[in-house]
């Protein structure tokens, strides 16, 4: 597992423009975020993240894995709906995942180019998938391409992460949120992951 080639410079300079930010990020020296490198891995876990707390979401995919065997396009595409349904996976869910499926065996999106595009290109490129929304599409940007300065304020646990860093009354709008991130770019993905950390047992992985 390597850390993105940005992280110490980022945690550095979080850790010097924001002493409350600071704080957490100095409770977690050894932690990190890591890629798993595979494209359909990370978007078939996002889903399945979607709208769910962090340990409800690692209970269904533990189950999916374990029933998957192998998570990949021809698998999922084969799996039977009971058989996922049994997973604690929503019909909803089903279609997205089925529907991720077929846009990779059918080569909808070409990810060996997403290296060279901007956030919001790749963004544009996954949200035409059934089931990927602009949250989804971000976790793939912070989870699968390392990419420093993504900010995702539809996510609840980032709202909280902030609301108790700072001793704000939860939630907070978006507006709001926006604006207090302004302080932590080029690296808001760093402060994000850092906010989620501060919430869960086990450090936030798709």
């Known amino acids: 597992m390597k850390k993105p080639f940005f992280w110490e410079k980022a945690k550095k300079d979080l850790i010097k423009k924001d002493k409350k930010l600071g704080k957490i990020i100095r409770n977690y020296p050894k932690d990190f975020l890591f890629s798993k490198s595979d494209p359909f891995y990370t978007l078939a876990r996002s889903i399945i993240g979607q709208q769910i707390s962090v340990k409800a979401a690692q209970a269904v995919w533990d189950r999916f894995e374990n029933k998957a065997i192998k998570v990949n396009p021809e698998r999922i595409i084969n799996m ?10 929503s019909r909803q869910k089903i279609t997205y995942l089925k529907s991720l499926s077929n846009a990779f065996i059918n080569k909808d999106i070409k990810y060996n180019n997403w290296s060279t595009y ?14 990927i929304g602009k949250w989804t599409a971000e ?38 949120a926006i604006k207090m991130s302004l302080k932590w770019k080029p690296y808001r993905s760093v402060a994000t992951w850092y906010f989620w950390r501060s919430l869960d047992p086990i450090p936030v992985e798709y």
């Open 118 to 131: 901007s956030d919001e290109k790749i963004i544009q490129e996954l949200t035409k998938i059934k089931g």
């Open 80 to 89: 039977h709906f009971m058989s996922l349904k049994s997973c604690g996976l």
């Open 139 to 176: 976790m793939f940007l912070i989870f699968n391409l390392c990419r420093p300065d993504v900010f995702p304020v539809d996510d609840l646990g980032l709202i909280k992460g902030i609301c108790n860093c700072y001793n704000i009354q939860y939630p907070i709008s978006k507006d709001r």
